[in-house]
């Protein structure tokens, strides 16, 4: 072959090498984002983890699976609320079925378990759990949560009971884990701080089987006890506390969970009147839920609530994000700063996040109420513009220790 012929040969070869590259980048943009779910299927958080699931679900149906022009591959995966598994699955999720965005975790244990691996692996994440110093004074680059810290909603709790029902001495119970720790300590903390009193304080295991034992010792010369559970535990308490003949002897407030609608299609009257606080409702009225709420009741049979929401919300920040980079997942970075620019309108209400990657947004009290049959949980006051400090400034508020199980200090508990 002589020289000519080879150098147009390798010519053309190269120009072929050059239209193909091109080709084939295009066509790898356009395969699939693999998003993956880490949520709870069984045990005592699987109704939330459930919900989890259908939330997201629906928002990618609504789409037809296809945000910024991408298909998207939902990957979900059950932890089964135990931190060792949650190490396993967000690992699988990673190496074996190439996630290049998380959904989830459900629970706070279950995000401070994993949240060294986020870091490592550099997976943009929006969480549904609750974990206070994820956002806090240990924030993790990685990690956005449209729901709540665990005291956000808590902190608006005990302002209203302190100063709208006029509340002075009350009683707190909680899951004996990071959650109901964070979110009772925050309770404690505003409500001590507008004059009120903590005269008790009780914990019991995520998985106890009944609450009598706990119930027996429920000082009852109070205004009111407020629960900090998760999953069907605020159910459980609830209707045990009726049985034993407390209703309308100490009045229940309740967290964000407590009474979540994702079980209290389970109860009766033994709900109605109860006060909770969360940062969602299925009662809300905007357009975005006027739509949301009945279409999710339509093919569950029932209403959504904080974990349903928590992912469907999650949805609209992760399209508003893929919207931002062109659909291409791969701009992790990229990615990740427009997670943290989300200004839009959802189901909660307005979404925006603050500078550590935690949302500032509407918060809700709701009592339960009946409504066409069911129980519901309506929307009797809204705190707008709610942060995860609260009205502290944040850098007094960080320096304090994160909340736990005795901080801040109780100092007015009586035996």
């Excluded at 149906?61 to 967000?90: F, Q, S, W």
């Excluded at 029932?302 to 659909?327: F, H, K, M, Q, R």
Aim: include cysteine; proline fraction near 5%.
């Amino acid at each position: 072959m002589d020289s000519n012929r080879r150098s147009f040969i390798q010519g053309a070869s190269a120009a072929g090498l050059s239209l193909a590259i091109p080709q084939f980048a295009m066509a790898q943009s356009k395969e699939p984002i693999q998003l993956g779910l880490l949520t709870v299927k069984t045990g005592p958080l699987a109704s939330g983890g459930i919900d989890m699931e259908r939330g997201i679900q629906m928002y990618l149906a609504e789409r037809n699976y296809t945000l910024a022009g991408r298909k998207i591959n939902l990957i979900v995966a059950d932890t089964g609320g135990v931190p060792a598994n949650a190490k396993t699955k967000i690992q699988e999720l990673v190496e074996r079925d190439k996630i290049q965005v998380l959904m989830g975790p459900l629970a706070a244990f279950e995000a401070l378990a994993i949240d060294d691996y986020i870091k490592t692996q550099k997976i943009p994440t929006l969480s549904v759990a609750a974990a206070e110093d994820m956002t806090q004074r240990k924030p993790n680059p990685w990690f956005v949560r449209a729901t709540s810290s665990s005291a956000q909603c808590s902190h608006v709790m005990a302002d209203y009971a302190a100063k709208i029902l006029k509340y002075k001495r009350m009683a707190m119970i909680a899951d004996d884990i990071a959650y109901g720790h964070e979110m009772n300590a925050g309770f404690q903390r505003v409500f001590e701080e507008n004059g009120g009193k903590i005269v008790q304080k009780i914990f019991s295991p995520l998985t106890v089987p009944d609450y009598s034992s706990y119930l027996a010792q429920l000082k009852t010369n109070i205004d009111g006890i407020f629960l900090g559970f998760a999953g069907s535990n605020g159910f459980r308490f609830t209707r045990q506390f009726n049985e034993y003949g407390l209703k309308g002897k100490v009045n229940i407030l309740g967290g964000m969970t407590a009474l979540d609608e994702s079980v209290l299609r389970n109860m009766g009257d033994e709900a109605l009147g109860i006060q909770t606080v969360c940062w969602y409702s299925a009662e809300l009225d905007n357009p975005i839920n006027r739509r949301f709420a009945p279409a999710y009741r339509k093919a569950y049979g029932y209403d959504p609530g904080y974990y349903g929401a928590g992912t469907y919300v999650s949805g609209a920040v992760l399209e508003n994000a893929l919207n931002a980079v062109n659909g291409d997942a791969s701009k992790k970075n990229e990615l990740m700063e427009a997670l943290k620019k989300t200004n839009i309108p959802t189901a909660r209400g307005p979404v925006k996040f603050d500078t550590y990657g935690n949302i500032v947004g509407d918060v809700y009290i709701r009592k339960v109420e009946r409504k066409d049959g069911r129980l519901v949980n309506a929307v009797i006051r809204t705190y707008t513009n709610v942060s995860q400090f609260w009205t502290y400034e944040p850098q007094s508020f960080l320096g304090q220790p994160v909340y736990t199980r005795d901080y801040p200090p109780a100092k007015n508990l009586e035996s």
